[in-house]
């Protein structure tokens, strides 16, 4: 049975806005050897699968800075302290698209990379999205809206045009929940 391991020592290394980083001295109980583990604090996320009523995904293309490039995405952000994931999703798609939903629902929550990063990944589905205005983008963001039939996203992973791992993902879970036995 895979045992806890006692955190000896834990202090924080450096803060980068949207995550922080810390150096935990940690002990495996298997071998009784200390080891030092770092890892990424940060807020959980929230991504948003926006339908429109004749099934078109609401999807944004935005320059990515650890891959130098750009991608085809579904919104979805940073939640804000206090925030729940729905209030997030309905924040996100406003902020990021001009879309407003009509409902939304919580698909799945998941751990992005547990190895590394202390955060929660919330799913959330935004039915019935229509369109109330501009983008309200943050200095930080620059982004192009597109509609996408939902026919048309597997054949957009497969042939590599969506390649976000959050975001296929996001389309998982929506499969799973669309397909679940009634």
Avoid at 20 to 39: E, L, S
Avoid at 60 to 85: A, C, F, N, Y
Wanted: aromatic content about 6%; proline content about 7%; hydrophobic content about 35%.
């Amino acid at each position: 049975m895979i045992k806890p391991w006692q955190l000896q020592h834990s202090e924080p290394v450096v803060d980068c806005r949207i995550f922080k980083v810390r150096q935990d001295t940690v002990v495996n109980p298997r071998t009784g050897h200390a080891h030092d583990m770092f890892v990424l604090d940060q807020p959980n996320w929230v991504n948003v699968i926006p339908l429109t009523a004749d099934n078109q995904v609401v999807m944004i293309e935005q320059w990515r800075h650890g891959t130098k490039s750009v991608h085809l995405e579904t919104p979805g952000g940073l939640m804000d302290d206090g925030e729940s994931p729905l209030d997030c999703a309905r924040r996100e798609l406003r902020e990021e698209t001009g879309y407003e939903a009509g409902s939304l629902e919580l698909l799945g929550t998941t751990h992005p990379n547990p190895a590394i990063q202390s955060n929660r990944q919330h799913y959330v589905v935004a039915r019935n999205c229509r369109h109330v205005g501009a983008p309200q983008l943050d200095h930080a963001e620059d982004i192009i809206v597109k509609l996408v039939p939902l026919a048309d996203v597997p054949q957009l992973v497969a042939t590599g045009r969506i390649t976000h791992g959050i975001v296929i993902g996001g389309f998982y879970w929506l499969h799973l929940h669309d397909h679940r036995p009634a």
